[in-house]
């Protein structure tokens, strides 16, 4: 199983997917887990990933583009994409038959949205689940 983690952050989540059960399963090849820099797919000189939401309000969202392209990138670099999950407060609940679920696929794509969350064209675009 291939598993793409899309983040803005790769040095927070780093740490604590290379300890524990994750690490030994990083280790093990029982998994491959990559954690991919959204900064590295911004097309600024500031390597800006986050904006204001198109239609106000506060906080600030991940912008689109970055993440389409990261996705387009990984898409065209590897295996299929099986399923490409959105981790945010108001996702579905994650299940343990979901879970199970998921184990049988062979990749997946997990973008964490930081911030308020992601622009709605991320998830009417490329959110399968």
């Known amino acids: 199983m291939r598993i793409d983690l899309v983040t803005a952050v790769p040095e927070l989540v780093e740490g604590p997917l290379a300890a524990s059960i994750v690490g030994r399963a990083r280790s093990s090849d029982t998994v491959d887990l990559r954690i991919v820099d959204l900064r590295d797919f911004a097309t600024d000189r500031h390597r800006k990933v986050d904006d204001y ?6 906080g600030m ?5 970055p993440l389409f392209a990261a996705v387009d990138h990984l898409a065209a670099s590897g295996p299929q994409i099986d ?7 108001d996702a579905p609940v994650l ?3 979901t ?18 969350g992601v622009d709605q064209r991320v998830r009417d ?5």
């Open 53 to 58: 939401a198109f239609g106000g309000g506060a």
């Open 61 to 65: 969202v991940l912008k689109p583009e």
């Open 83 to 89: 399923e490409i999950i959105l981790l945010a407060p």
């Open 95 to 97: 299940t343990q038959s």
């Open 99 to 116: 879970a199970n679920a998921l184990s049988l696929i062979g990749r997946i794509v997990l973008i964490a949205g930081h911030y308020k």
């Open 125 to 129: 675009t490329l959110v399968t689940r």
